[in-house]
Each structure stands twice: as structure tokens, then as C-alpha cells.
T-cell receptor, first 114, second 115 residues
Framework: DGGITQSPKYLFRKEGQNVTLSCEQN?????MYWYRQDPGQGLRLIYY???????QKGDIAEGYSVSREKKESFPLTVTSAQKNPTAFYLC?????????????FGPGTRLTVL | AQSVTQLDSQVPVFEEAPVELRCNYS??????LFWYVQYPNQGLQLLLK??????LVESINGFEAEFNKSQTSFHLRKPSVHISDTAEYFC?????????????FGQGTTLQVKP
């Protein structure tokens, strides 16, 4: 089945530690996205990538880093510089240049900083 | 730039009653419009979308939305809700021109269906 997988589903981190969230897709999509979701704030874009080896900052990139070495994978690292990392993180993908921009979402990773 | 406003953060409704979730947007260019649904602790699923043509679009589970260009709105409606419709609903837009593939989301509306 084609889709987007995110792992782990739940992640706990101590303050001061970096942590990496995984996102993999087998939809052959060019573009991938990372969102952060907090109650009452909707989805806020962290980073996005429209092609391998290239990515752009979204609205709230500070304290996060990404890489896009393979078309299928777009891991997100939450660094110790992120002041309030506890949130639900969603990965999405779509066809770059597609006229409709419908995005497909993974099941999410809930990160809790202890 | 685009922005999306969902006017209600929470909408409580009794089972089998009708419901409307409101969405207004602001954009200097024409847009595509989307509604996504999110069940607890899950990702988002596309519910329906307006691309062109008829301004009334329908989903397979009884929801419909109408694009109103003059009022820049894309309200979501269902004539009779079920307990299983309890979820968070997000309205989103994407510009038709100068397209980067990004979506701009509203803050979300939590639909709470009570028995």
C-alpha cells in the first residue's frame, strides 16, 4: 500500500537532547513537508522540500533541522535550541508542480519533553 | 499572501442534527480550497476539495462545501451528523498561480457530536 509512515508514534526526550523524527513515503512524491500542531493553533509549517538535496524554511524553522538525501525520506531533527518542543508533528507529501497541491499526511509523532 | 480563518474553534451538536463549519479566506489571487478531517491522534485526511467548476462539492460520507467567491468563504455542512463525525476539521487554501505546493491552514474547528 502506498502511503506515508512516521516513526515513532510517541517520543519522549529529556531537555537538552536532540531527537530525530522519521518520515518515509512510497508515493513517489517530489515534495515533502513538516508541520507542528499545537492545540488551537492549527498546523504551522516548519520546513519543506520540493526536490532532493534542497529544502526551505517554513514559518517556524528555528530550533529544527532537516535533510533530504533521498526522495522517499525527510527526517526532522528537533534540536536543544527549540524552546518548547512538546507538540504533535505531522509529515506530508505531494507532487511538486501539481496543479492542485493536495497533500497526503502521515499518522504523526507526538513528542513530549520531560 | 493568503490567510484562512475558521470562525468557530468548537462546535457542539447533537447526533442527527445539521451542522455548518465556517471557513473564510483572504487572498489576492485565485485559490484552490480544501477541507481536511483529523480524528484523535491521527494524521489529516482529505475530506473534499474545490478546484473548478460547480461551486458545490461533496464528500462520500455526506459532507458538502460551497465555494462563495464574493464572500471568500468555503463553509462545510452536513444535514445530519453521526457520533463518528466527532473530529477536528481544517480548512486550507493553495494559490492557483505562483504555486509552491504549500497549503495555508486555518486554526481548526473541533466538532463534538453528542448523543
Amino acid at each position: 500500500d502506498g502511503g506515508i509512515t512516521q516513526s515513532p508514534k510517541y517520543l519522549f526526550r529529556k531537555e537538552g537532547q536532540n531527537v530525530t523524527l522519521s518520515c518515509e513515503q512510497n508515493l513517489n512524491h517530489d515534495a515533502m513537508y513538516w508541520y507542528r500542531q499545537d492545540p488551537g493553533q492549527g498546523l504551522r509549517l516548519i520546513y519543506y522540500s520540493q526536490i532532493v538535496n534542497d529544502f526551505q524554511k517554513g514559518d517556524i524553522a528555528e530550533g529544527y533541522s532537516v535533510s533530504r538525501e533521498k526522495k522517499e525520506s525527510f527526517p526532522l531533527t528537533v534540536t536543544s535550541a527549540q524552546k518548547n518542543p512538546t507538540a504533535f508533528y505531522l509529515c506530508a507529501s505531494n507532487l511538486a508542480g501539481g496543479p492542485y497541491n493536495e497533500q497526503f499526511f502521515g499518522p504523526g509523532t507526538r513528542l513530549t519533553v520531560l | 499572501a493568503q490567510s484562512v480563518t475558521q470562525l468557530d474553534s468548537q462546535v457542539p451538536v447533537f447526533e442527527e442534527a445539521p451542522v455548518e463549519l465556517r471557513c473564510n479566506y483572504s487572498s489576492s489571487v485565485s485559490v484552490y480550497l480544501f477541507w481536511y478531517v483529523q480524528y484523535p491522534n491521527q494524521g489529516l485526511q482529505l475530506l473534499l476539495k474545490y478546484l473548478s467548476g460547480s461551486t458545490l462539492v461533496e464528500s462520500i460520507n455526506g459532507f458538502e462545501a460551497e465555494f462563495n467567491k464574493s464572500q471568500t468563504s468555503f463553509h462545510l455542512r452536513k444535514p445530519s451528523v453521526h457520533i463518528s463525525d466527532t473530529a477536528e476539521y481544517f480548512c486550507a487554501v493553495s494559490p492557483r498561480s505562483g504555486n509552491t505546493g504549500k497549503l495555508i491552514f486555518g486554526q481548526g474547528t473541533t466538532l463534538q457530536v453528542k448523543p
